[in-house]
């Protein structure tokens, strides 16, 4: 029977429960102890099934790649010939994909199918097979398998009938109908989207065939290089850990329809931030500009735009090893291939290692809940396959996931992998540290306190990222004049690209406002020779000039305006030029 929570389609309110049980943990003084008591350690690829198109060849290729990686049997690496287009029919999937499938796994015992009046009957009291046990619980679908099922205009239920008129469809995502593989056997509606029963789900290990889920994800992306590069990072990133910073790119006002999904984001900002990732939260209503600082990113998460663009369209992103990114548009996987339409395919160009979203329309009602994901992902240690399936309302819908489905860079207690990181020296421990501190703060630790353990701290010394939230805190507390000088000392400790980027940007703010002309000049002339292609070059110009100006820089000063003027005119003439 068709179950679907009708408000559910219409815009409903996100569930903040794991908000709540975070913030108790954090009163009760145990931020520092609640991540390890709930890691989960990893699993291996016995409980995979690879499933790539034998009709090309990087197609197995990725499969190849993916079971030497994670030591996958070699009898569960399977090919069957399907459509080489993003597409298949109804008809194309149940009978090449579906069908065979099914055979294979039960065939090889992968999965053991039992009938009869012990695991149930039809409302008929006919007989419904039902999967009893499964050896697998995963299946990685490769580069070169169609991601969309195509509508069919001649498939009718009756379920139809008591659908909104815009939920009855039966177009859907490949994957997300291939995680309802179980439920095939007994038959399910295929208009329309399935709620999902594991939605929210606490224990991972319910989340199973036996149960009725199969745990879905594709290596896939432009490119079949990008594609086996994403268990590479993965496991990259289960060694060192996820690190970076984590921005949300709200919408700030939005109709009242959309505001389930505003206050999402803004919910799943405040689980990271109570969780210690070092969290940004833009609640402007246009994406993050291509002039903003985007570093170390480890999350990243916004809404509404159809294509990629601002400070994620530049041709590199700072994405950290195993970063996750989600942009929310309806069409956001339509096209895996493309590296500057819509946004899976463009994240995943630029570096993103795990990622979701739609092919076809989905509402917003059937889009992945991010709060419930980042608890489950970060706090209870789930893989990502785990995670991103927990997080859905829906089943047999609109959703694709892409990543290693085993990738669990939050499966070790914290504790072991700081030290971990200090046996082999690595510059990550920084992050672990900064982790430690936001933790504290989180749980209500004062802000010196916070300040003394990181002057004490020796890795602050040699870290651009310790230095740099030092600097923070003293500006937090009312000492500008220090808060610079850190700034300014994280400037020489090596920062990525874009700290860099930010931290000259703070500095120059920071010496102008305590009228330290000098070494706020020198700040802007690094900004405009540095980044002048993604900041706004009229405008340092114009500041330089001043600046040089006060300096009694007279020579420089002119030069400065004439840079300002040609670059009005290059303006004014570029506008010229699109006018009709």
């Given amino acids: 029977m068709r179950q679907l929570l009708v408000e559910a389609f219409q815009g409903r309110a996100r569930s903040c429960s794991s908000i709540g049980w975070v913030r108790l943990v954090l009163r009760l003084g145990l931020a520092c102890s609640c991540?390890?008591?709930?890691?989960?350690?990893?699993?291996?690829?016995?409980?995979?099934?690879?499933?790539?198109?034998?009709?090309?060849?990087?197609?197995?290729?990725?499969?190849?790649?993916?079971?030497?990686?994670?030591?996958?049997?070699?009898?569960?690496?399977?090919?069957?010939?399907?459509?080489?287009?993003?597409?298949?029919s109804r008809a194309e999937y149940r009978d090449l994909l579906l069908q065979p499938l099914l055979r294979m796994l039960t065939n090889s015992g992968l999965m053991i199918v039992q009938t009869g009046p012990a695991v149930g009957t039809d409302a008929g009291g006919r007989s419904r097979p039902q999967v009893v046990q499964s050896s697998i619980r995963y299946l990685v679908v490769c580069y070169?398998?169609?991601?969309?099922?195509?509508?069919?205009?001649?498939?009718?239920?009756?379920?139809?009938d008591s659908l909104r008129p815009e939920l009855r469809?039966?177009?859907?995502?490949?994957?997300?109908?291939?995680?309802?593989?179980?439920?095939?056997?007994?038959g399910y509606p295929l208009v329309g989207?399935?709620?999902?029963?594991?939605?929210?789900?606490?224990?991972?290990?319910?989340?199973?065939p036996t149960n009725g889920l199969l745990l879905v994800s594709r290596l896939d992306g432009p490119?079949?290089?990008?594609?086996?590069?994403?268990?590479?990072?993965?496991i990259e990133a289960e060694r060192d850990g996820l690190w970076g910073r984590a921005y949300f790119d709200c919408r700030g006002s939005v109709e009242p329809g959309l505001q389930p999904g505003e206050e999402m984001f803004r919910n799943a900002a405040e689980m990271s931030r109570l969780l210690g990732l070092p969290t940004v939260l833009d609640t402007n209503e246009?994406?993050?500009?291509?002039?903003?600082?985007?570093?170390?990113?480890?999350?990243?998460?916004?809404?509404?735009?159809?294509?990629?663009?601002?400070?994620?369209?530049?041709?590199?992103?700072?994405?950290m090893p195993g970063a996750f990114a989600y942009h929310l548009h309806s069409f956001a996987a339509a096209d895996l291939r493309s590296t500057n339409r819509h946004w899976v395919g463009p994240l995943l160009h630029r570096g993103a290692t795990v990622t979701l979203g739609p092919v076809y329309e989905p509402y917003?009602?059937?889009?992945?809940?991010?709060?419930?994901?980042?608890?489950?992902?970060?706090?209870?240690?789930?893989?990502?396959?785990?995670?991103?399936?927990?997080?859905?309302?829906?089943?047999?819908?609109?959703?694709?996931?892409?990543?290693?489905?085993?990738?669990?860079?939050?499966?070790?207690?914290?504790?072991?992998?700081?030290?971990?990181?200090?046996?082999?020296?690595?510059?990550?421990?920084?992050?672990?540290?900064?982790r430690l501190v936001n933790l504290n703060l989180a749980r209500g630790t004062p802000l010196a306190e916070m300040v003394t353990y990181l002057e004490q701290c020796p890795v602050t010394r040699h870290s651009a990222v310790l230095t740099e939230k030092l600097g923070d805190l003293y500006d937090q507390l009312g000492k500008p004049h220090s808060a610079a000088l850190m700034w300014q000392r994280a400037l020489a400790l090596d920062p990525s690209p874009q700290q860099r980027l930010r931290l000259l940007l703070a500095v120059a703010e920071r010496f102008e406002s305590l009228q330290q002309w000098s070494e706020a000049y020198e700040a802007r002339?690094?900004?405009?020779?540095?980044?002048?292609?993604?900041?706004?070059?009229?405008?340092?110009?114009?500041?330089?000039?001043?600046?040089?100006?006060?300096?009694?820089?007279?020579?420089?000063?002119?030069?400065?305006?004439?840079?300002?003027?040609?670059?009005?005119?290059?303006?004014?003439?570029?506008?010229?030029?699109?006018?009709?």
């Fill in 144 to 160: 070169g398998v169609p991601w969309r099922i195509k509508p069919d205009a001649g498939l009718y239920e009756p379920e139809t």
């Fill in 286 to 319: 246009s994406v993050f500009p291509v002039s903003y600082p985007l570093s170390q990113v480890g999350f990243y998460a916004g809404w509404y735009a159809e294509n990629i663009t601002g400070a994620l369209a530049r041709p590199t992103v700072e994405f």
């Fill in 35 to 88: 991540l390890p008591s709930l890691s989960r350690g990893a699993e291996d690829g016995a409980q995979v099934v690879i499933l790539y198109n034998s009709a090309i060849a990087e197609s197995r290729a990725v499969a190849l790649h993916y079971a030497q990686r994670r030591g996958v049997p070699e009898k569960q690496v399977l090919g069957l010939k399907l459509s080489t287009t993003p597409e298949m």
């Fill in 525 to 580: 002339r690094s900004l405009l020779r540095d980044y002048g292609d993604q900041l706004d070059r009229a405008e340092l110009s114009r500041s330089l000039a001043a600046l040089a100006a006060r300096l009694g820089k007279s020579e420089e000063a002119r030069q400065y305006q004439q840079e300002l003027e040609s670059v009005r005119q290059s303006a004014t003439n570029s506008a010229s030029t699109r006018s009709p």
């Fill in 193 to 208: 989207p399935f709620v999902n029963p594991h939605y929210g789900c606490t224990n991972a290990a319910q989340l199973h």
């Fill in 223 to 234: 490119t079949p290089e990008i594609a086996r590069a994403l268990v590479d990072k993965a």
């Fill in 364 to 434: 917003l009602g059937g889009t992945p809940d991010l709060t419930l994901f980042i608890s489950r992902f970060v706090l209870q240690g789930f893989s990502f396959g785990e995670a991103a399936w927990a997080s859905q309302p829906a089943l047999s819908w609109q959703i694709t996931v892409v990543g290693d489905p085993l990738y669990r860079p939050f499966g070790r207690p914290p504790s072991a992998l700081h030290a971990d990181l200090e046996s082999r020296q690595s510059a990550l421990v920084a992050w672990s540290h900064l």
């Fill in 169 to 186: 469809r039966n177009e859907a995502a490949l994957d997300s109908e291939l995680a309802c593989l179980p439920l095939a056997l007994r």
